[in-house]
C-alpha cells in the first residue's frame, strides 16, 4: 500500500528568486496598486500606509539581506528533507493564477491524471511582458529548455476517483489546457517545487493538484480544503501499489500585505493539528495572495490523516515597503509521527 513519508510546504513568491538588493522593484508595483487587500479591506497603496504601522526598518538593506539568506537555507533543508525521505512520486498541491485554466472553465479542484507534463521556459517576449520585479524572478520557475516531466497517472486516477466516491466534484485533466502561454505547460507553483527544492535534474513523478485559491466566485472554503485533504489522505492509503509518497503545499503565506497576526496564528494551528481553527479561517483572510494558505489547509488534512505531524518550521516575513507590502515566507516540514519511515 502506499504510505506518505513526508510532507514540506514552501512559499513561491518572486522575493525567494530575487536577490535582496531588488525587492524594491516589485515594491514600485505595490505603489501603483488600489486592490492592496488586507483583513477584508481593499486599498490604495497610500491608505494602506495610512492604516498600519511604519515598516520602513522591515525594509533596510540588512534586515532584507537577512531574511532573503534565511530563505535560502529553509528552502534547502526543505529539498533534504524530500531527498532523505527517498519518496517515489509527489503530490503537489498548489494554485493556478490562471496559467492553465480560465473564465471558460474555473474548477474549485482538479487533478491532472496525464502520463508527463512539460515544463516550459519563457520567451523573452513574455519576460519582458511581465510586471516590475516579476520577468526575473519568473525565470526562477522554468528551466532553461523544455523537461518533460513524468506524473504518475495510476495514482493520480486513483485519487479522482477516491474522493468522487467521498462526494467531491474533481475536475479531471488528461491533457492541460494551453493556458495564457499557450504552452499546455505546468504553472509556476508547480514549476518553481522542482527548480528550487527537488532541483531541475529531477526525476520523481508528480501528482499535479489544483485549488481555485484566487478566483471567484468559487473558491472553496478552509473547511472544504480540509475535507478535501483528509480525503486525499484516505485515498493515498488505500492506493494498491508500494509507494513512497510526499505532499507539498506550494504558495502562501499572507500578501501582497503582509499580516504577521494571521500567519503565526496560522503555523501554530498546522504545528498544533488544529482543526477547528484551520477549518474556521474565513474567506476574507484568504484573499490576493493570501488565499494559498487554501493550498496548505489541504495538505493539513492529508498529513493529519496520514499520520504526519509538523517536524520543523521557519517564518520570515519579507517586507518590501514601508506600507508593509510584501510576501510572508513559510517553510514547514511535516515527518511521520513515529519517527520512522524506512520501506
Same mark, same amino acid.
Given at each position: 500500500?502506499?504510505?506518505?513519508?513526508?510532507?514540506?510546504?514552501? =512559499?513561491?513568491?518572486?522575493?525567494?528568486?530575487?536577490?535582496?538588493?531588488?525587492?524594491?522593484?516589485? %515594491?514600485?508595483?505595490?505603489?501603483? *496598486? *488600489?486592490?492592496?487587500?488586507? +483583513?477584508?479591506?481593499?486599498?490604495?497603496? /497610500? #491608505? !494602506?500606509?495610512?492604516?498600519?504601522?511604519?515598516? =520602513?526598518?522591515?525594509?533596510?538593506?540588512?534586515?532584507?539581506?537577512? +531574511?532573503?539568506?534565511?530563505? #535560502?537555507?529553509?528552502?534547502?533543508?526543505?529539498?533534504? $528533507?524530500?531527498?532523505?525521505?527517498?519518496?517515489?512520486?509527489?503530490?503537489?498541491?498548489?494554485?493556478?493564477?490562471?496559467?492553465?485554466?480560465?473564465?471558460?472553465?474555473?474548477?474549485?479542484?482538479?487533478?491532472?491524471?496525464?502520463?508527463?507534463?512539460?515544463?516550459?521556459?519563457?520567451?523573452?517576449?513574455?519576460?519582458?511582458?511581465?510586471?516590475?520585479?516579476?520577468?526575473?524572478?519568473?525565470? %526562477?520557475?522554468?528551466?532553461? *529548455?523544455?523537461?518533460?516531466?513524468?506524473? $504518475?497517472?495510476?495514482?493520480?486516477?486513483? !485519487?479522482?476517483?477516491?474522493?468522487?466516491?467521498?462526494?467531491?466534484?474533481?475536475?479531471? *485533466?488528461?491533457?492541460?489546457?494551453?493556458?495564457?502561454?499557450?504552452?499546455? %505547460?505546468?504553472?509556476?507553483? &508547480?514549476?518553481?517545487? &522542482? #527548480?528550487?527544492?527537488?532541483?531541475?535534474?529531477?526525476?520523481?513523478?508528480?501528482?499535479?493538484?489544483?485549488?481555485?485559491?484566487?478566483?471567484?466566485?468559487?473558491?472553496?472554503?478552509? +473547511? +472544504?480544503?480540509? /475535507? &478535501?485533504?483528509?480525503?486525499?489522505?484516505?485515498?493515498?492509503?488505500?492506493?494498491?501499489?508500494?509507494?513512497?509518497?510526499?505532499?507539498?503545499?506550494?504558495?502562501?503565506?499572507? $500578501?501582497?500585505?503582509?499580516?504577521? /497576526?494571521?500567519?503565526?496564528?496560522?503555523?501554530?494551528? !498546522?504545528?498544533?493539528?488544529?482543526?477547528?481553527?484551520?477549518?474556521?479561517?474565513?474567506?476574507?483572510?484568504?484573499? =490576493?495572495?493570501?488565499?494559498?494558505?487554501?493550498?496548505?489547509?489541504?495538505?493539513?488534512?492529508?498529513?493529519?490523516?496520514?499520520? !504526519?505531524?509538523?517536524?520543523?518550521?521557519? &517564518? #520570515?516575513?519579507?517586507?518590501?515597503?514601508?506600507?508593509?507590502?510584501?510576501?510572508?515566507? @513559510?517553510?514547514?516540514?511535516?515527518?511521520?509521527?513515529?519517527?520512522?519511515? @524506512?520501506?
Amino acid at each position: 500500500m502506499a504510505t506518505v513519508v513526508a510532507g514540506v510546504g514552501t =512559499s513561491h513568491g518572486p522575493q525567494l528568486k530575487t536577490p535582496s538588493i531588488r525587492w524594491a522593484e516589485r %515594491g514600485e508595483a505595490d505603489r501603483r *496598486s *488600489s486592490t492592496l487587500e488586507f +483583513r477584508g479591506g481593499r486599498y490604495t497603496f /497610500d #491608505q !494602506l500606509r495610512a492604516a498600519r504601522d511604519d515598516f =520602513s526598518h522591515e525594509c533596510a538593506p540588512d534586515v532584507q539581506h537577512n +531574511r532573503w539568506a534565511a530563505c #535560502q537555507r529553509a528552502m534547502d533543508r526543505l529539498g533534504r $528533507h524530500v531527498t532523505d525521505a527517498d519518496v517515489d512520486v509527489l503530490v503537489i498541491v498548489s494554485s493556478d493564477h490562471k496559467e492553465v485554466y480560465d473564465d471558460e472553465l474555473l474548477p474549485a479542484f482538479a487533478v491532472y491524471w496525464g502520463d508527463a507534463v512539460d515544463h516550459v521556459p519563457f520567451t523573452p517576449e513574455q519576460i519582458a511582458a511581465m510586471q516590475p520585479g516579476l520577468g526575473e524572478a519568473a525565470l %526562477g520557475d522554468v528551466p532553461s *529548455s523544455t523537461v518533460t516531466r513524468p506524473c $504518475h497517472a495510476d495514482l493520480a486516477r486513483h !485519487l479522482i476517483e477516491r474522493s468522487v466516491e467521498e462526494g467531491f466534484d474533481v475536475a479531471a *485533466s488528461r491533457t492541460l489546457p494551453a493556458g495564457r502561454y499557450g504552452n499546455h %505547460g505546468v504553472p509556476h507553483g &508547480y514549476g518553481f517545487v &522542482y #527548480q528550487r527544492i527537488m532541483g531541475e535534474e529531477s526525476r520523481v513523478p508528480m501528482v499535479p493538484v489544483f485549488v481555485n485559491t484566487f478566483y471567484e466566485p468559487n473558491p472553496p472554503t478552509a +473547511r +472544504r480544503c480540509l /475535507d &478535501y485533504g483528509r480525503a486525499l489522505g484516505r485515498a493515498i492509503a488505500s492506493f494498491p501499489g508500494d509507494l513512497r509518497v510526499g505532499v507539498v503545499a506550494s504558495g502562501g503565506l499572507s $500578501h501582497f500585505v503582509i499580516d504577521e /497576526d494571521l500567519d503565526r496564528a496560522f503555523v501554530r494551528g !498546522l504545528e498544533t493539528g488544529d482543526e477547528a481553527y484551520l477549518a474556521s479561517l474565513p474567506a476574507s483572510e484568504m484573499r =490576493s495572495g493570501s488565499s494559498e494558505l487554501r493550498n496548505w489547509i489541504v495538505v493539513a488534512g492529508i498529513a493529519a490523516e496520514t499520520g !504526519l505531524t509538523v517536524s520543523s518550521v521557519d &517564518y #520570515q516575513p519579507c517586507y518590501r515597503t514601508e506600507a508593509g507590502t510584501g510576501n510572508a515566507m @513559510g517553510f514547514v516540514t511535516w515527518s511521520p509521527a513515529t519517527g520512522k519511515s @524506512g520501506r
